[in-house]
């Protein structure tokens, strides 16, 4: 028995060169999708440290604003620290500083140069660490009690996407005077 073959012309199919550009296609769009997928991961955990460090600078000044808006006065002032003192026994005296990149506030305890603070606890979150914090006093005699400060926090990652600085001036004047 002898098995003969025709060819058929009508068939249609893929030849190599076809196939390879089809491939190369198709790797070309996936490697585009990926990508594009990485940009919106990346954008994504860049803006998480954005919101994480002005939500941490808004209640940083907004606490800073009101303690001193609130103080009956003004103990010391340092180029890093403010002491205030407050008409309120439990609050008096409140002390604001940087210790380890956190700001923090402490109050009681009865001193007027802030030593020996009864409570203590920090104003920014762990994800965030404060470089810089300056106050000064701009105070007019005793008929006006005025102090400036300057705030930078930023975060503390160390990729591109994680790095984020925020810096805040302000200017209170004390209520009680």
Do not use: H
Request: charged share 20%.
């Amino acid at each position: 028995m002898k098995k003969t073959f025709t060819l058929r012309t009508g068939e249609k199919g893929f030849t190599l060169i076809e196939l390879i550009l089809y491939i190369a296609l198709i790797a070309i769009f996936i490697n585009g999708a990926i990508l594009f997928a990485w940009d919106i991961i990346y954008g994504g955990a860049k803006s998480g440290v954005q919101r994480e460090v002005n939500q941490n600078m808004r209640l940083a000044s907004k606490r800073i604003e009101y303690e001193l808006r609130n103080a009956s006065g003004i103990n010391s002032v340092s180029s890093n620290s403010v002491c205030l003192s407050s008409a309120t026994a439990l609050r008096n005296p409140t002390r604001i500083y940087v210790s380890t990149g956190q700001l923090r506030i402490g109050w009681g305890g009865g001193s007027s140069d802030c030593t020996g603070l009864t409570n203590d606890e920090p104003l920014t979150s762990n994800k965030v660490a404060v470089s810089s914090l300056q106050f000064s006093d701009n105070s007019s005699g005793s008929d006006s009690l005025n102090v400036d400060y300057a705030l930078t926090i930023q975060s503390t990652g160390t990729r591109q996407e994680w790095q984020e600085s925020q810096s805040y001036q302000g200017s209170v004047e004390l209520r009680s005077n």
